[in-house]
C-alpha cells in the first residue's frame, strides 16, 4: 500500500486561487493586446489621402494620390485620367503626362487607356565618381 500523502486543504485551495489568478492576468493581457490589433488596424482605414507631386501651375491639375496618377480638369472638378505609378516610391513632380520621382527618375506616360508607363531616363547626369585616395594625398592636399 502506497503512504498517502495528506495536504491541508487550505493548501491546495491557496494553489487554484494562484492557478486562478494566473490565468485572469493571461486572458486580460491577450485581450488587451487583440484590441489593439483590432484598434490599430481601424485606425489605419482612418487615415486621410497621401498627396505628392501637385502641379497646378495653368491647365490641368495633375497629382499623385495614394500611389495613382490623377489628372483633374480644373474648370470642371472631373477627374480625366487615373493610372497607377510605375514603381512605389515618392514622386516629387508631375505634369501632363510625365512623374518625377526623388532618385530622378523620369517616367513618361505611354497608353493613358492601358495606363502603361515608360522610363524616360533619370535627371542624374550618371554615376558620382568615387575614386579612392590614400589618406597622405588627403593630408597634403588640406595642409
Known amino acids: 500500500?502506497?503512504?498517502?500523502v495528506d495536504?491541508?486543504?487550505h493548501q491546495t485551495e491557496a494553489v487554484m486561487q494562484r492557478a486562478r489568478?494566473?490565468?485572469?492576468?493571461c486572458a486580460g493581457l491577450f485581450l488587451l493586446v487583440l484590441s489593439h490589433h483590432l484598434g490599430a488596424r481601424s485606425?489605419?482605414?482612418?487615415?486621410?489621402?497621401?498627396?505628392?507631386?501637385?502641379n497646378a501651375s495653368g491647365g490641368p491639375i495633375?497629382?499623385?494620390v495614394n500611389g495613382v496618377f490623377e489628372h483633374v480638369d480644373p474648370t470642371t472638378g472631373m477627374i480625366g485620367l487615373t493610372a497607377a505609378i510605375p514603381v512605389p516610391g515618392h514622386v516629387i513632380d508631375t505634369a501632363n503626362s510625365f512623374l518625377?520621382?526623388?532618385?530622378?527618375?523620369?517616367?513618361v506616360l505611354a497608353d493613358s487607356h492601358n495606363g502603361t508607363w515608360r522610363r524616360s531616363g533619370?535627371?542624374?547626369?550618371?554615376?558620382?565618381?568615387a575614386r579612392q585616395e590614400s589618406f597622405g594625398?588627403?593630408?597634403?592636399?588640406?595642409r
Open 62 to 64: 495633375t497629382a499623385v
Open 43 to 54: 485606425a489605419g482605414a482612418q487615415a486621410g489621402a497621401v498627396i505628392e507631386g501637385v
Open 122 to 129: 533619370s535627371i542624374v547626369a550618371g554615376p558620382v565618381p
Open 1 to 4: 500500500m502506497a503512504p498517502s
Open 100 to 107: 518625377i520621382y526623388d532618385n530622378g527618375d523620369i517616367y
Open 7 to 9: 495536504y491541508p486543504w
Open 137 to 142: 594625398s588627403v593630408k597634403v592636399r588640406y
Open 21 to 25: 489568478a494566473f490565468f485572469f492576468v
